[in-house]
């Protein structure tokens, strides 16, 4: 049995976000294959497109990047085992909040954050006109799906979306 990785940290954010458009696609009744998602830019034809517009230093183009995956863990993988997930905005704020707080641990897990969140972070952050005071129960359910894909133990600051 091979250990447990976090294969999508291994994914570039250009192939990531090109599953993610497949996961959610409405029309679709199976979630999709890594063989599925190579069959989808063979037909996009961004694959090749994208290797125009690459820099040399960069990785190399999205079909290369999906037959190696192809190769490692097979076509039938389920694709979205390898879309890199984020915190959003809101949550990436509490994230912050939580790793300035001087009571939480240095490097808060999703656990600490989520615990925190439901002692009154989220709150003061709403107090403060930080958080959209609407958004607390879509938060705790982000953090919930959060810590089941990841583990509470999460370093929860690898997951801060910056834009």
């Known amino acids: 049995m091979r250990p447990s990785v976090d294969v ?10 090109f599953i993610e ?43 290369a990047e999906i037959a190696g ?11 979205i085992e390898f ?10 704020r ?3 909040a939580a790793m300035d707080d001087v009571s939480l641990p240095e490097e808060p897990t999703l656990g600490a954050v989520r615990e925190a969140m439901v002692s009154g972070l989220t709150a ?16 705790l359910a982000e953090i919930d799906e959060l810590i089941r894909r990841y583990g509470t133990d999460a370093v929860a600051e690898t997951l801060i979306r910056f834009e």
């Not at 995956?69 to 694709?79: D, T």
């Not at 003061?124 to 938060?139: F, K, N, S």
């Open 94 to 96: 509490i994230i912050e």
């Open 124 to 139: 003061r952050l709403v107090g403060d006109g930080i958080i959209d005071p609407d958004e607390d129960d879509t938060l």
């Open 83 to 92: 879309v890199v997930a984020k915190a959003s905005e809101s949550l990436s």
């Open 8 to 17: 999508a940290t291994h994914v570039s954010a250009e192939l990531s976000a």
């Open 21 to 63: 458009t497949m996961v959610n696609d409405p029309d679709r009744e199976e979630p999709p294959t890594l063989q599925e998602v190579r069959a989808a830019l063979q037909e996009s034809g961004i694959g090749e497109a994208g290797e125009a517009e690459m820099h040399p230093q960069d990785r190399t183009s999205m079909l």
């Open 69 to 79: 995956l192809i190769e490692e863990y097979g076509g039938e993988k389920l694709a």
